[in-house]
């Protein structure tokens, strides 16, 4: 076991000291059965998710959400025909248990680089929704501060003034470093994971 004053300190996920700081991370589980999340020690039960994907309400919103921006798309006009039967279609396969997603659309897009890109049925995007609606309230508050990715508010542009800050911080804006004698400057190299 990695004590504190270990030599294996250097392996700490967040490059610091203090081993124990990432003690939450290691800790956390999810029993699925259960709806349990344990997290850092203290546990929290979500009771009847399944019964909150599962509602019409949560469908007719996720149906809101994926044909937001896609009104001209002919497979989203083909379920807007008949939006009440087929989410209500939807919705008994979901409490059946007998939803399978359908096959990925994949196409090859150029620009500028080569791309295959893969795109669910509208159907399974409303699925993706429901899910988000019930998942991101429960996890929205477990994310760290600097985790950009697939959140509101956030995202790419975010990450990267975040980034710019976290450099000039370190570099002090481009200032030089050390006594005023010798005027050294500190040498920065950036490594994009």
């Known amino acids: 076991m990695l004590g504190r004053n270990n030599d294996n300190n250097r392996f700490n996920i967040n490059c610091n000291d203090n081993i124990d700081n990432n003690r939450p991370a290691r800790e956390w589980s999810f029993e699925k059965r259960r709806g349990l999340i344990l997290i850092g020690g203290w546990m929290k039960t979500y009771k009847n998710l399944w019964l909150r994907l599962c509602s019409f309400e949560n469908l007719f919103d996720a149906y809101v959400k994926a044909k ?5 798309n002919p497979k989203v006009q083909e379920f807007e025909k008949q939006w009440r039967l087929n989410l209500c279609l939807l ?9 399978r997603p ?8 150029r620009d500028p680089k080569t791309r295959t890109i893969c795109v669910s ?3 399974d995007r409303i699925v993706h929704h429901a899910l988000i609606n019930v998942l991101q309230p429960i996890f929205e508050l477990r994310f ?9 508010g956030k995202g790419t542009l975010a990450a990267l003034e975040r980034f710019d800050k976290f450099k000039r911080q370190v570099s002090r804006n481009g200032s030089l470093f050390g006594g005023g004698e010798n005027h050294q400057t500190r040498t920065m190299f950036l490594v994009f994971v």
């Not at 359908?102 to 897009?109: A, G, I, M, S, Y």
């Open 68 to 72: 937001r921006g896609k009104s001209g």
């Open 91 to 99: 919705l008994k396969e979901l409490r059946d248990r007998t939803y």
């Open 121 to 123: 049925d509208f159907r």
């Open 102 to 109: 359908l096959p990925l659309r994949k196409f090859v897009l």
């Open 144 to 152: 760290i501060h600097d985790s950009y990715a697939s959140r509101k």
